[in-house]
């Protein structure tokens, strides 16, 4: 590279990035290129604003361009990045787990409502994943504690390592099984899931980063996307202590389907909450309390 030649700043590496990607048809260029940007660059969002004519050594233009390469055959920014925030924290995902979505964050927000932050109770996270849920929820009530299963030891281990990552791992057991297989009844305060919901025959349809790099056994719910909750209803009632809160996840035209499970297997105050796109995304409720 000659002297004169023009050196590539931040602000350049941003918008020849998002330019790029914009091409190749990528849904959300600037956000897309400006995260890789900071990950390749070792920059902060902040620098991109502050220091934008800060040049990006060789070495950091090679790895955007390999990062904007990967982006452009539609791999998730997830799985190139390595990394997901997800409420407050920030979580390690690889193709071996969901990459955890804004949506669901509607669960944290709903189970964390109330509870006294320094209340201890018991959450149990069916289908753990990466950890997002769970840990999002332990992060924010120093006195929980919870248990997340997985029928993945892949899923488990990525989970395990955000638990360490977040200082977390001595409030947390992570167990393989399938759903609630081998716990004990009236065990838990509160039971979280985002299970497979995706009907088989949609797969095909979803976007690329999904279809071609998400685990299908985070997202296959059956032939019309209900298997999972018609076997969790009951098993979640079943766990859950007397009182005791249930939180999941559905697809967004389930409601009407996913409700009645719960009711039939005994919960009370069955409702759904919307996302912030306004949209129905999660069935909650409780098991009936003692005294009433
Ligand atoms: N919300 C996810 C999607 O649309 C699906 C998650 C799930 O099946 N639990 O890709």
Redesign the pocket.
């Known amino acids: 590279m000659s002297d004169e030649q023009e050196a590539l700043t931040l602000v350049k590496a941003w918008t020849a990035g998002r330019a790029r990607l914009k091409a190749a048809g990528i849904d959300q260029p600037a956000i897309d290129a400006r995260l890789m940007l900071e990950a390749a660059a070792d920059a902060t969002r902040t620098d991109i604003v502050t220091d934008p004519y800060r040049v990006i050594t060789p070495e950091q233009a090679a790895t955007l361009d390999s990062y904007l390469a990967r982006r452009e055959r539609r791999e998730p920014v997830s799985h190139i990045l390595g990394r997901k925030g997800f409420w407050k924290i920030m979580l390690n995902v690889t193709p071996d787990v ?1 990459t955890p ?1 804004p ?1 669901t964050e509607t669960i944290v927000e709903a189970a964390l409502r109330d509870w006294p932050e320094h209340e201890p109770r018991t959450v149990l996270d069916l289908g753990v994943g990466s950890g997002a849920i769970i840990l999002a929820i332990l992060a924010e009530r120093p006195a929980a504690k919870g248990l997340g299963v997985d029928i993945s030891e892949e899923a488990l281990a990525v989970a395990r390592e955000n638990a360490a990552n977040l200082d977390l791992d001595g409030r947390i057991a992570l167990l393989r099984g399938d759903w609630t297989g081998g716990l004990a009844e009236e065990s838990f305060d509160l039971v979280v899931s ?5 009907p088989s025959q949609d797969i095909e349809t ?1 976007e690329p980063e ?1 279809r071609d790099h ?1 685990p299908r056994l ?2 296959d ?1 059956g032939a019309d996307g209900l298997d999972h909750y018609r076997v969790l209803a009951p098993e979640i009632l079943r766990v859950l202590k007397p009182g005791g809160r249930f939180l999941v ?1 559905i ?1 967004h035209d389930q409601s009407l389907q996913v409700e009645p499970l719960f009711r039939d297997a005994g919960g009370v105050e069955v409702s759904t909450l919307k996302d912030l796109s306004d949209r129905h995304r999660v069935v909650w409720g409780r098991k009936k309390p003692l005294e009433t």
């Open positions: 969901l979505r949506d985002n299970p497979p919901y995706i979803l999904v998400e985070a997202l719910g996840e697809g």
